[in-house]
């Protein structure tokens, strides 16, 4: 807590033997600080200050009160069951800074990390895109970076693993890993005692697309009549995410369209049926007054009669 009363999250700078710096680590702090400093959108974790030069180097963030991503998934809640309408919000809020990023910052930015791990939540469950120490930002007219092999595995690009090309498609790529996770509730990367191999949720995943079987894979937190179309979509859009073909993946400026207008569609249809209530109450009321109408004109007529 600083002075004023504001919380603050610190990152500190690893030590390795003898008490000596990293030089990874410290490279990757001082490339953090030029990227932030590049960036200003409401779902990227902000930059606050930098202490680079004391024994250990410390970064400054703003304070992010719900964790991240993966411990929310992966560690449930049950006191706050994480619902289709959050995970479809912070989807989107994801989105949209890789879009950002990509394509609306002074210069194009690749993140190079894209994992739930590295997604925050602050207190109102909005996300917000942290973790930019291997960040690199590149010319508008550059199509990719030749780099090593940096990553966590279960997100990776296998076209970056096989090629060291780094392009924005390979951003795209742990994105759908991302939607993926949202969908179903899995890790990235699992195994169990009896099983040898490591399974990856993102081949698993488009095999239970191409044996037209993804309602067996979906969370059931989230499987309910209301969400289904809207989940159908995502994963449709999770799956050209995915493609082995980085060429043949939608933008994250796309991505962020698609989402949204299926948020939109969800809305659309709320409002429709809201309308169609309305309009079955509107119906019930006119045929009560008619009703009443009727029954009054014969109430008059029997008492003239009578």
């Given at each position: 807590?600083?002075?004023?009363?504001?919380?603050?999250?610190?990152?500190?700078?690893?030590?390795?033997?003898?008490?000596?710096?990293?030089?990874?680590?410290?490279?990757?702090?001082?490339?953090?600080?030029?990227?932030?400093?590049?960036?200003?959108?409401?779902?990227?974790?902000?930059?606050?200050?930098?202490?680079?030069?004391?024994?250990?180097?410390?970064?400054?963030?703003?304070?992010?009160?719900?964790?991240?991503?993966?411990?929310?998934?992966?560690?449930?809640?049950?006191?706050?069951?994480?619902?289709?309408?959050?995970?479809?919000?912070?989807?989107?809020?994801?989105?949209?800074?890789?879009?950002?990023?990509?394509?609306?910052?002074?210069?194009?930015?690749?993140?190079?990390?894209?994992?739930?791990?590295?997604?925050?939540?602050?207190?109102?469950?909005?996300?917000?895109?942290?973790?930019?120490?291997?960040?690199?930002?590149?010319?508008?007219?550059?199509?990719?970076?030749?780099?090593?092999?940096?990553?966590?595995?279960?997100?990776?690009?296998?076209?970056?693993?096989?090629?060291?090309?780094?392009?924005?498609?390979?951003?795209?790529?742990?994105?759908?890993?991302?939607?993926?996770?949202?969908?179903?509730?899995?890790?990235?990367?699992?195994?169990?005692?009896?099983?040898?191999?490591?399974?990856?949720?993102?081949?698993?995943?488009?095999?239970?697309?191409?044996?037209?079987?993804?309602?067996?894979?979906?969370?059931?937190?989230?499987?309910?009549?209301?969400?289904?179309?809207?989940?159908?979509?995502?994963?449709?859009?999770?799956?050209?995410?995915?493609?082995?073909?980085?060429?043949?993946?939608?933008?994250?400026?796309?991505?962020?369209?698609?989402?949204?207008?299926?948020?939109s569609l969800k809305e659309a249809n709320v409002i429709e049926q809201?309308?169609?209530?309305?309009?079955?109450?509107?119906?019930?009321?006119?045929?009560?007054?008619?009703?009443?109408?009727?029954?009054?004109?014969?109430?008059?007529?029997?008492?003239?009669?009578?």
């Amino acid at each position: 807590m600083l002075t004023d009363g504001n919380i603050v999250a610190i990152k500190k700078s690893k030590l390795v033997e003898e008490k000596v710096l990293d030089d990874k680590k410290l490279k990757q702090f001082i490339n953090e600080v030029i990227i932030l400093s590049q960036i200003n959108h409401r779902n990227v974790v902000k930059l606050l200050g930098c202490y680079l030069e004391t024994k250990i180097p410390l970064l400054v963030y703003e304070f992010i009160p719900n964790g991240t991503l993966y411990d929310l998934l992966h560690r449930p809640n049950e006191e706050f069951p994480l619902t289709w309408e959050i995970r479809l919000r912070i989807a989107i809020a994801i989105a949209n800074a890789l879009s950002y990023l990509h394509s609306a910052a002074s210069v194009p930015i690749y993140h190079r990390d894209i994992k739930s791990s590295n997604i925050l939540l602050d207190d109102k469950y909005n996300a917000k895109v942290s973790d930019f120490g291997t960040s690199i930002s590149v010319a508008l007219e550059q199509t990719h970076v030749t780099t090593r092999v940096q990553g966590t595995f279960g997100y990776l690009d296998p076209e970056y693993f096989r090629s060291n090309q780094f392009t924005e498609k390979s951003d795209v790529y742990s994105f759908g890993v991302v939607l993926v996770e949202l969908i179903t509730g899995q890790k990235p990367i699992s195994s169990s005692e009896s099983e040898e191999v490591v399974r990856s949720l993102a081949n698993f995943f488009l095999l239970s697309m191409e044996e037209n079987a993804l309602l067996n894979v979906v969370d059931p937190l989230v499987m309910n009549g209301n969400a289904k179309e809207e989940i159908v979509a995502v994963a449709k859009l999770a799956k050209r995410c995915l493609n082995l073909n980085g060429k043949k993946r939608p933008t994250m400026k796309k991505v962020a369209m698609e989402l949204e207008q299926i948020r939109s569609l969800k809305e659309a249809n709320v409002i429709e049926q809201s309308t169609y209530e309305d309009s079955d109450i509107d119906d019930m009321i006119e045929a009560s007054d008619i009703a009443s109408c009727s029954t009054s004109s014969s109430i008059i007529n029997d008492s003239v009669t009578y």
